[in-house]
């Protein structure tokens, strides 16, 4: 494999192109992406032997998979750290890395870590699905060797760091040295001056936990070292990362705690509602996430800062955002706490354009795709219109009605992002095996698909072909998986966020057989 890819990359030098040109651009208010392609896949889903994929060479080697097949982008999920449920929408912090993707190898490289402190783990028995809770118990133990090597002589960079991250670092170290000093439980059942952020409160627990503080900073320090290698190696070979921002923060997070002033909480700091979807055709009962909301009124006095600070450091660390749940910002449903789900909700008024003014002028334009999927009302497209963000399609959703939905390629305007599917949806190969028997007659006939061919493929090359500027197919869709590799079920709880590719998934073959479908349909833009 590695012989083809270096063959890849020397045909393409060869070639005189230039490798990592601007591939999204604007032009009077609007974002154009150059016509390219993709993968999602997350870095969780990566093979390794360590039980959950990781940023070492796995990931090194995907970007050279797709080097070879020229694909343009690498989207991954929301890098950030989980908290229970293991999903990566629900985060302990909205600026920090997950530490599970920080790899054991490259800290061996770097002498913070030797072999058999970490070969001789028995990390997972499956080497498809992750295990959170196993990842839970043995990778923090591993982490902290690595830190204290770290610690005893901090390397230039470290302080840079810290000083660089200021804004969210310290806050978050402290948070989950609470968190570790609490057996884990919520910042809402910690001592009422903690909850509280009392002044001679926090100033006692810094000095009781310095030493777990400096642990989760180094974890941090490790985690953003590997990550900017990795986007620089993709960069350096003409590939571009799409990272994911979730609208909305956990209840549980550093995020809340360290900022309550910017949510909609009660004088007990317990929110007054939470975020949701109402009813639909799928869910008779409605999507309670049970996220805090925020307080539109009061960030808007600060200029939106905490938004600021948010898009400033997801930009940084990506070279597109893809904001998920954009509709929120127009009209947000609003749950009353505590209801058992999401019926007794209401429809309230979001920021709209006055947040994104705020955020265009402190940081100029920037690279953003708006989900812009669910229920979608005048106001929502009045608010897309206006910010010129590329919106989504999604192949598996055009099928189950005659007129398509808005969802049938040709339908598709230039300026948007099609999708076999999302994570949130089943791989194609199980879309077809679950869907009606209408709807699956439908996409044979849309797209003469053939058993030869591969059904999964046919619907592959259906937005490969189509006038949309970027197509993204799952990971899934491409090794051809069935439903044992979805990603997530809304609304259920676990089993999701576990499926990994088998090593040697990303084969040269596949690299040849993507590569020719991308130059047919004119998509090579590097």
């Known amino acids: 494999m590695r012989r083809m890819f270096v063959f890849c990359l020397f045909f393409r030098y060869d070639e005189g192109v230039a490798l990592h040109t601007p591939s999204i651009f604007s032009l009077k208010g609007v974002v154009y992406l150059n016509r390219s392609s993709g993968i999602l896949l997350p870095i969780s889903s990566l093979p390794s032997p360590y039980g959950i994929g990781t940023m070492g060479k796995a990931a090194h080697d995907f970007v050279d998979f797709l080097v070879c097949a020229r694909q343009k982008y690498w989207q991954i999920l929301p890098i950030c750290s989980t908290s229970y449920g293991d999903s990566p929408y629900a985060s302990f912090s909205t600026f920090a890395g997950n530490p599970y993707f920080i790899d054991l190898d490259l800290l061996a490289a770097d002498g913070l870590l030797r072999k058999q402190e970490y070969n001789n783990i028995d990390w997972s028995g499956t080497p498809d699905c992750i295990d959170y809770g196993r990842m839970y118990a043995l990778r923090y133990p591993v982490l902290?060797?690595?830190?204290?090597?770290?610690?005893?002589?901090?390397?230039?960079?470290?302080?840079?760091?810290?000083?660089?991250?200021?804004?969210?670092?310290?806050?978050?170290?402290?948070?989950?040295?609470?968190?570790?000093?609490?057996?884990?439980?919520?910042?809402?059942?910690?001592?009422?001056?903690?909850?509280?952020r009392e002044a001679e409160a926090m100033e006692d627990a810094r000095r009781a936990y310095a030493a777990?503080?400096?642990?989760?900073?180094a974890v941090q320090y490790l985690f953003?070292?590997?990550?900017?290698?990795?986007?620089?190696?993709?960069?350096?070979?003409?590939?571009?990362?799409?990272?994911?921002?979730?609208?909305?923060?956990?209840?549980?997070?550093?995020?809340?705690?360290?900022?309550?002033?910017?949510?909609?909480?009660?004088?007990?700091?317990?929110?007054?509602?939470?975020?949701?979807?109402?009813?639909?055709?799928?869910?008779?009962?409605?999507?309670?996430?049970?996220?805090?909301?925020?307080?539109?009124?009061?960030?808007k006095k600060t200029g939106y800062a905490w938004w600021v600070h948010r898009i400033r450091h997801t930009c940084r660390i990506y070279?597109?955002?893809?904001?998920?749940?954009?509709?929120?910002?127009?009209?947000?449903?609003a749950i009353p706490y505590g209801s058992p789900d999401a019926r007794g909700g209401r429809w309230?008024?979001?920021?709209?354009?006055?947040?994104?003014?705020?955020?265009?002028?402190?940081?100029?334009?920037?690279?953003?795709?708006?989900?812009?999927?669910?229920?979608?009302?005048?106001?929502?497209?009045?608010l897309l219109a206006d910010v010129g963000y590329p919106g989504m399609k999604v192949l598996e959703f055009a099928f189950d009605s005659p007129d398509g939905g808005g969802y049938l390629p040709h339908s598709y305007p230039r300026s948007c992002v099609a999708y076999t599917g999302t994570h949130d949806n089943e791989p194609l190969n199980a879309w077809f095996e679950n869907a009606s028997p209408i709807a699956r007659q439908r996409?044979?006939?849309?797209?003469?698909?053939?058993?030869?061919?591969?059904?999964?493929?046919?619907?592959?090359?259906?937005?490969?072909?189509?006038?949309?500027?970027?197509?993204?197919?799952?990971?899934?869709?491409?090794?051809?998986?069935?439903?044992?590799?979805?990603m997530n079920t809304p609304s259920t709880l676990g089993g999701n966020w576990c499926w990994r590719a088998r090593?040697?998934?990303?084969?040269?073959?596949?690299?040849?057989?993507?590569?020719?479908?991308t130059e047919i349909y004119g998509r090579v833009c590097y």
């Open 443 to 486: 996409a044979v006939d849309y797209f003469h698909l053939t058993l030869g061919e591969g059904y999964h493929w046919g619907m592959v090359r259906g937005i490969w072909s189509s006038v949309a500027d970027l197509a993204v197919a799952q990971a899934q869709d491409i090794l051809g998986l069935g439903l044992s590799s979805r």
């Open 144 to 196: 902290r060797k690595a830190c204290d090597r770290l610690l005893a002589a901090p390397p230039a960079g470290y302080a840079d760091f810290c000083r660089e991250n200021a804004f969210w670092l310290p806050d978050y170290a402290l948070f989950m040295a609470l968190k570790d000093a609490h057996g884990g439980a919520p910042w809402s059942e910690w001592e009422p001056a903690l909850i509280r």
């Open 348 to 382: 309230r008024t979001g920021p709209g354009m006055d947040l994104f003014r705020a955020i265009e002028k402190e940081l100029g334009r920037q690279n953003i795709i708006a989900e812009d999927l669910g229920y979608l009302t005048p106001d929502v497209y009045a």
């Open 224 to 299: 953003f070292k590997q990550w900017l290698a990795l986007k620089a190696y993709a960069n350096e070979r003409g590939v571009e990362i799409i990272g994911d921002l979730p609208i909305y923060v956990a209840a549980d997070s550093v995020d809340v705690w360290s900022s309550p002033e910017g949510f909609q909480l009660d004088d007990t700091l317990t929110p007054t509602e939470v975020a949701g979807c109402p009813p639909d055709a799928f869910s008779a009962t409605g999507q309670l996430w049970g996220n805090p909301l925020y307080d539109w009124d009061a960030m």
């Open 212 to 217: 777990d503080i400096e642990f989760w900073k």
């Open 503 to 517: 090593p040697g998934a990303f084969s040269p073959w596949l690299a040849e057989k993507l590569r020719h479908m």
């Open 319 to 333: 070279d597109v955002v893809r904001i998920d749940h954009f509709r929120g910002f127009a009209g947000y449903y």
